[in-house]
């Protein structure tokens, strides 16, 4: 129990901090859920840290939830609901407290600022993303083709990417990996 | 906000009554199990189009406030929207909604995962399943950039860049490369638009 207390804080250390640096969504922490819980304290692997955040896409909800599949995987049910918790808590309360001061917050042109200035950062962010899962799942040839074709069935077609991940597992599953 | 907004009772002869907490609960679990592949479509199906609680014009103002502020765009929708309805008891029972039945399927799929995800036989299909993930946050990514350069380059997207090359690639702290990186952007818009 002593030990499980310091993962414990850690993992509230972590998420409470990629709450409030969540610009553009839950998406854009994935780097630094990465580097904490990959190179920082070992917590797991790359491969597994890249298959997990897969299981949660292929998933029904919000994007979010990854964390708790992350913080279920380091500290089972009780990291689940501690990483959850810690990664929604300080965000909402922010939230809540902006709904609280809605009509004088809705048209101001601090907001119309802002939010131009953040896009670019969530675009560096999500491409950050897209190249820290890139290299971990990448296995050899295979895996190389298997991403280079999502890519190319996600960025070219309307298709639901459901059908990318679905095609994908069931290729694994007939060992094409 | 009026004090119309914060009473948790829809307020008598409005044309559509403000959903109670309860309600909010199943609106925002619903959008939660029927969002596979991104959960924003189906918050404005349920809310906007089955609802009717919202017109697309609120729906979108809400909307544009939950971007500029951390986190999930549709978890701070809830937040917002619940309190409007029903103050913090609303804003309760949005988010639960929308996290719970989620969260509890993640934690069996975690189980699964630490229980079988060693079978060899399923090696293959994890693997090729975070390939197939990475691709599609690849393609994104470059939806993103494409839209953000649509017209031409321009110095917003050194900020972009700055991001990409601190964050993904020097790996530094996420929070002291925004500390760094956000002032400047905004900073950016701001004189773009005096």
Same mark, same amino acid.
């Given at each position: ?36 819980? !990959? ?62 001061? !809605? ?13 131009? #200035? ?53 290729? #694994?599953?007939? #060992?094409?990996? | ?194």
């Amino acid at each position: 129990m002593k030990d499980d207390s310091g993962i414990y804080l850690a993992l509230i250390a972590i998420f409470a901090t990629c709450s409030v640096i969540a610009v553009g969504g839950a998406t854009s922490t994935v780097p630094e859920m990465h580097r904490q819980a !990959v190179d920082v304290h070992h917590w797991l692997g790359d491969r597994t840290f890249s298959e997990l955040f897969a299981i949660a896409q292929a998933a029904p909800g919000p994007n979010v939830v990854f964390v708790a599949l992350l913080g279920h995987y380091i500290a089972g049910i009780p990291g689940a609901l501690i990483a959850i918790v810690a990664m929604c808590v300080p965000s909402c309360t922010i939230a809540y407290g902006a709904a609280r001061l !809605v009509d004088r917050f809705r048209h101001a042109r601090w907001r119309i600022v802002v939010q131009a #200035g953040l896009v670019p950062i969530t675009v560096g962010l999500v491409a950050s993303s897209a190249l820290i899962l890139t290299r971990a799942a990448d296995r050899g040839p295979a895996t190389a083709l298997i991403t280079a074709a999502s890519f190319a069935l996600c960025y070219w077609t309307r298709v639901t990417p459901l059908v990318a991940l679905a095609l994908a597992a069931g290729l #694994g599953l007939m #060992g094409v990996v | 906000m009026t004090k119309k907004e914060q009473s948790a009772l829809p307020p008598a002869g409005r044309p559509a009554p403000a959903p109670t907490p309860a309600q909010l609960f199943v609106a925002f679990a619903t959008i939660a199990g029927c969002g596979f592949g991104g959960v924003l479509a189906w918050s404005r199906r349920i809310i906007v189009q089955q609802r009717g609680w919202l017109s697309p014009e609120e729906f979108n103002q809400q909307l544009a406030l939950c971007q500029v502020l951390p986190g999930g765009n549709i978890l701070n929708f809830a937040v917002m929207y619940g309190c409007r309805c029903a103050g913090l008891a609303g804003s309760l029972a949005a988010v639960l909604g929308l996290l719970g039945p989620p969260v509890a399927l993640m934690i069996v799929a975690g189980m699964l995962y630490r229980g079988y995800g060693d079978v060899p036989a399923l090696h293959g299909a994890f693997a090729s399943l975070a390939a197939a993930a990475a691709g599609l946050l690849l393609a994104t990514a470059a939806q993103m950039i494409v839209a953000s350069v649509k017209d031409r380059l321009r110095i917003e997207h050194v900020v972009a860049a700055l991001t990409f090359l601190a964050v993904g690639v020097l790996r530094w702290p996420q929070l002291s490369a925004i500390a760094v990186i956000a002032p400047l952007g905004i900073g950016l818009a701001w004189w773009r638009r005096r």
